[in-house]
């Protein structure tokens, strides 16, 4: 019995080959990097959502949780897997006319 040795057709390869990387690795529209202190450098966390009150509500959740070591929100991206566009100042003049971060404002003097 010969073995016969099965190869791709090359078109297969060429699809395989021409997909883009997703930059992030979920479905969300919209993704926040948050970037806060460590011990010794810093770590990013994210806040995701499909819609801009999710995602503010996100970003605010991460905000408080990393509170203490004076996080700041780097960019902020609609479509971050497709042309993404960096809507970071419409997000952070929402959250400066929410009623949490005029309470946050007070505790840190850290900008968004």
């Not at 003049?93 to 840190?108: M, T, V």
Request: hydrophobic share 30%; net charge negative.
């Amino acid at each position: 019995m010969i073995a016969i040795k099965k190869t791709p057709l090359q078109r297969d390869m060429v699809e395989i080959h021409s997909r883009p990387e997703p930059r992030v690795w979920h479905d969300y529209k919209y993704h926040a990097e948050i970037r806060f202190e460590t011990l010794e450098s810093f770590y990013y966390t994210c806040g995701v959502g499909n819609t801009i009150p999710e995602l503010v509500k996100d970003i605010i959740h991460e905000l408080k949780k990393y509170e203490h070591r004076f996080p700041k929100l780097e960019c902020v991206y609609y479509l971050p897997n497709d042309e993404s566009h960096d809507i970071k100042n419409n997000i952070v003049k929402i959250i400066k006319n929410s009623f949490w971060y005029e309470n946050w404002e007070c505790k840190n003097t850290a900008e968004l």
